[in-house]
């Protein structure tokens, strides 16, 4: 596992097409920014795991819904 310390509104790039960025930091808890392509899935990990158990695949969506 990679592991990097990032401030609130710096990033890292993954591959050439996935950017995640550091939005807020409360508390315990840390709110990312994901940007990538429509064809690239993203979930959180245990919305994931629950497809996986289903054995449904992977909608092609961005996980949840944007909220502010």
Known sequence: ???????RDESIVIGDNVVVTIVDIRGDKVRL???APGEVTVHRQE?????QREGR???LTHGEPHRR
């Open 47 to 51: 919305v994931y795991q629950a497809i």
């Open 1 to 7: 596992m990679l592991v990097l310390s990032r401030l």
């Open 57 to 59: 695949k992977p909608a």
């Open 33 to 35: 920014g994901i940007e």
